[in-house]
């Protein structure tokens, strides 16, 4: 079992900055993931960040403007999603994912939200102009 939490969030204008953290803690997650989810639209994966060498992949639309790290502490794991420039359309609700798996992922499914147990509660975040 993993547990999930995230903060941060919040408001900002448009062309600013914002941090996401989310903590994973339990059995050691190998993959962790950002989605974010409007009204109406699919969950869409953002970044993630998954195997021993902490391989990250991002969604075409967030390089350049994301960047995903993580920290490991024995079983805690902190993740953070740093988000640079940010637009209107990044207004969602953005989700933290974890999974005890994702040592021999292919990059592209690394965003497949079906590769993930375990999901937070999610945080929101709205860019206003």
């Known amino acids: 079992q993993v547990q999930v939490a995230e903060s941060g969030g919040g408001s900002v204008q448009v062309g600013g900055s914002l941090n996401l953290s989310c903590t994973t803690f339990?059995?050691?997650?190998?993959?962790v993931a950002w989605f974010r989810q409007t009204p109406g639209q699919e969950r869409e994966g953002i970044a993630a960040?998954?195997?021993?060498?902490?391989?990250?992949?991002?969604a075409d639309f967030v390089k350049g403007r994301f960047t995903i790290s993580r920290q490991k502490v024995e079983s805690e794991s902190v993740l953070t999603l740093q988000m640079g420039s940010l637009k209107s359309d990044d207004t969602a609700m953005y989700y933290c994912?974890?999974?005890?798996?994702?040592?021999?992922?292919?990059?592209?499914?690394?965003?497949?939200?079906?590769?993930?147990?375990?999901w937070g509660q999610g945080t929101q975040v709205t860019v206003s102009s």
């Open positions: 994912a974890a999974s005890l798996y994702g040592g021999f992922w292919p990059p592209s499914s690394s965003l497949d939200g079906d590769k993930y147990d375990y």
């Open positions: 339990g059995d050691i997650a190998n993959g």
């Open positions: 960040i998954y195997g021993a060498r902490d391989f990250k992949y991002y």
